[in-house]
């Protein structure tokens, strides 16, 4: 079983910065795609960015030029460096990754979300 675990969120003022980490651990023999994704209230869930094994790297159009993700496959760990962040950016995020237990084996797998909040 591989667990995902977020920290970072909190509470920032608009045009303020965050940085999200999401740590990796478990059976992982392999990290493929990572990705984060935030879900605000009453919206759906939205795929925020998302980066292969390789380091490519795309984005959703409400943050490109705003958000970097980036990853550490020694320390299986994600990120998510936030800048200029707008109330608009105000949602539960969460980090989702394709792990493969073996050459065979592959899921995927969410973490339990940290909450962003960007006050006007």
């Known amino acids: 079983q591989v667990q995902l675990v977020e920290s970072g969120g909190g509470l920032v003022q608009a045009g303020g910065s965050l940085r999200l980490s999401c740590a990796a651990s478990?059976?992982?023999?392999?990290?493929?795609?990572m990705r984060w994704y935030r879900q605000a209230p009453g919206k759906q869930r939205e795929l925020v960015a998302g980066i292969t094994s390789g380091g490519r790297t795309n984005y959703a159009d409400s943050v490109k030029g705003r958000f970097t993700i980036s990853r550490d496959d020694a320390r299986s760990t994600l990120y998510l460096q936030m800048n200029s962040l707008k109330p608009e950016d105000t949602a539960v995020y969460l980090c989702n990754a394709d792990v493969a237990s073996g050459y065979f084996n592959s899921d995927n797998y969410w973490g339990q979300g940290t909450q962003v909040t960007v006050s006007s």
């Open positions: 478990g059976k992982i023999f392999s990290i493929n795609v």
